[in-house]
């Protein structure tokens, strides 16, 4: 095994280099805000470059750029609507021209509207799977094609626990987020024999600022069934992408990691 390693130039890196992103090129939309904001700023911090998307907060995009270039790290903020194809494809070019390449997409944009079923329009589904869904696939498409050039780069889809676990109201968002689950897995069988590694995180209830006071009935039933005490903060799932982005998952592909203080192991009876 190790001449076999050694031949196809596959000797693993030292511990100490795993997370070193220096010299890594990496696009997250949706990176605005929240989560996707905390995941942009852990990939700086870690010595990537990056390009940060948004829809619609430009300020938030281009405050945390200026944070990430306290950093002394080169970062852009790049404005597009993901469930459009012309704007994905223009999107990837500012990025690859800005950075000088792209190795690490983490699809983290969407969005999470409830709506009851019997009740939903068919614009909101439309929209909802645009968001949480298209959005994906078009990412995907468009950064694969530049990854393909250079053999090797890394996907990540920011999926759900609703994807595997119903929650009323959000019909259209668990639909989309089941659909990105099977997606990252054809992706992944799709894109190994380019060296691409494509992978889902799958969140559970992350701590925002006021969520506790917007829905204080979902923090509390959350907290009682998770068996590590807390929400999740949006580091915990920024490291869980650097981990997939990284060399110490090197042989992962088509995965699925739940990132949810242990939620979904929660007993029915």
Known sequence: MKQQARKVGMAPPSPRELLDFRGKRVLVTGAGSGLGG???????EA??????HYRTS???????VARIEKL??????????VSRAGDVAKLVERAVKALGGLDVLVNNAGSYPASPLVEMRETEWDSVIADNLRSVHLCTQAAARHMMKNRGGAIINIA??????SAPGHSHYNAAKA???MYTRTAALELGQHGIRVNAVSPGLIWREGIEQAWPEGVEAYLRAVPLGRLGHPDDVADACLFLASPAARWITGANLLVDGGVMTHRIF
Do not use: P, Y
Request: hydrophobic residues 50%; without cysteine; aromatic residues 2%.
């Open 179 to 181: 659909g990105v689950l």
């Open 160 to 165: 759900s626990i609703e994807a595997e676990n």
């Open 58 to 64: 430009k300020g938030g995009a281009r405050g945390l």
């Open 72 to 81: 002394k790290r080169k970062a852009v903020a790049i404005q597009a609507d």
């Open 38 to 44: 905390g995941i942009a700023l852990r990939f700086a």
């Open 47 to 52: 010595g990537a470059s990056v390009a940060v």
